[in-house]
Structures are given as C-alpha cells and as structure tokens.
C-alpha cells in the first residue's frame, strides 16, 4: 500500500503565481516525521521542513508555507510568488518506525514543479 | 554546515568491474544511509548504519556491498552490476536517530555498460 501520495505528477505556473503541492499520507504511527524535500535538476535533494506528528501548528518562512492536518492525513506545501528558480521535484516524505529503534524515510513520487517567467 | 560529500560525481563502469563510491561528512552525525533513485523516481533505501553498524539492508543484492569504516565515511563496494543498477546513488545523514532530518549529498550517477 502506497504510504505517501502525492497525485499531482507535474504541474506548471507562471512566475508570481502562488501554487499548492498536495501530500497525503498513510501510518499506523502514532509517533512519526513528515519531510519535505526539493530536488533541482542538479540531483541533490534540499531539505525544506521536518514535521512531528505531535506539532500541528503550520510554518512559514520566507515564500514557503505548510498546512499539516492530521485529520485528514495531508501535509500540504505551498510557495507564495513563485519563481523560476523553484523549478524541481518536490518529495514528501513520511519517517514511521520499520522495527524496534529504527525508522525508514519513505518517499511520495514526487510533484515536477515548472515556473516559467 | 550541513554538507555530506560524495565522490566521483559521474562513474562508467563494465559489468566485470569492480568499483567503490564514497560518502563523507563531517557533521558529527552517527547516521548514515545509501539510497538508489532511478529516473524519475523517488529514492528508495538500501542501507542505514547507525553508529557505524548496519542497522538496515533492504534486500539489496550482495553485489552491493556498504562499509563504514568510521563516523565520518560510508562506502558503497560495487561489483559484478548490472545494467539495470545503473542508477543515481545518494548518500545522506542524520545526527543520531534515523527519525532525525536527513541531509543529502549530491550523488553519484552510475552508468553499468
């Protein structure tokens, strides 16, 4: 069964424009970490947030927010005036305990994000 | 400073090849990981060592064969590969737990001819 969803493959917006990435996720946890990640076409991924899921409260900074709902499983991202430099794939990630001490990043497929000036 | 280095950035490599990839950082951190991301793809794990032991393997196959020599320094043994593991190889690490951030390097890109 699919942990992390993100549905939107790719998506593509003009620069300024304010744009969602969608991410819902599936545990049996009670203790577990959502991740953002972005990976520009240079291959290294960034690391954006960490999020426990103790810690509802939403974040900003900077052009970046997070709407994290445990209610309904989604840890939405969203960049405020886009740019051309936010051109990447934007992974989701869920940390959920994979046997006594340890704990296994499991990533979504990832949303290919386009701003063109 | 959150940088995780890894060395050589590109590699070509026969099938009959034996060949290492290497990962260092320099952070104090006492986790470490190997991930294999093909294109267009998310990463998936391989291996996790936690305070220089192997703590995950993820039914990679043994022509993979990590290393940790110290804190500091994962390796990644490659022999007899496939073309089909052709590949981008990520290393990352956290600070201690695998519930802690992970931070990434900038990949190796293997190509298995």
């Known amino acids: 069964a699919q942990k992390v969803t993100q549905a939107q493959t790719e998506i593509s917006v003009v620069e300024k424009e304010d744009v969602t990435l969608d991410c819902v996720y599936e545990?049996?946890?009670?203790?577990?970490?959502l991740f953002w990640y972005k990976q520009p076409p240079s291959g290294e991924l960034v690391f954006l947030i960490r999020?426990?899921?103790?810690?509802?409260q939403n974040e900003i900074s900077g052009r970046y927010s997070w709407n994290f709902q445990k209610s309904t499983s989604s840890f939405n991202f969203t960049i405020t005036a886009s740019q051309v430099v936010d051109s990447a794939v934007y992974f989701c990630?869920?940390?959920?305990?994979?046997?006594?001490?340890?704990?296994?990043?499991?990533f979504g497929k990832g949303t290919l994000l386009t701003v063109n000036p | 400073d959150t940088e995780v280095t890894q060395t050589p950035k590109h590699l070509v490599m026969g099938m009959t090849n034996k060949k290492s990839l290497k990962c260092e950082q320099h952070m104090g951190h006492r986790a470490m990981y190997w991930y294999k991301q093909k294109a267009k793809k998310p990463p998936e794990l391989m291996f996790v060592?936690?305070?220089?032991?192997?703590?995950i393997n993820e039914s990679v196959p043994s022509r993979f064969s990590p290393e940790c020599p110290n804190s500091s320094l994962l390796n990644l043994h490659l022999h007899a590969l496939q073309p089909e593991d052709s590949a981008l190889y990520l290393c990352?690490?956290?600070?201690?737990?695998?519930?802690?951030?992970?931070?990434f390097g900038p990949g190796t890109r293997l190509t298995v001819l």
């Open positions: 999020r426990n899921s103790f810690d509802e």
């Open positions: 545990t049996r946890d009670t203790t577990y970490y």
């Open positions: 990352a690490s956290s600070q201690q737990r695998t519930t802690d951030t992970q931070y």
């Open positions: 060592y936690s305070y220089e032991k192997l703590s």
């Open positions: 990630a869920l940390s959920e305990n994979s046997g006594g001490s340890n704990y296994k990043l499991t």
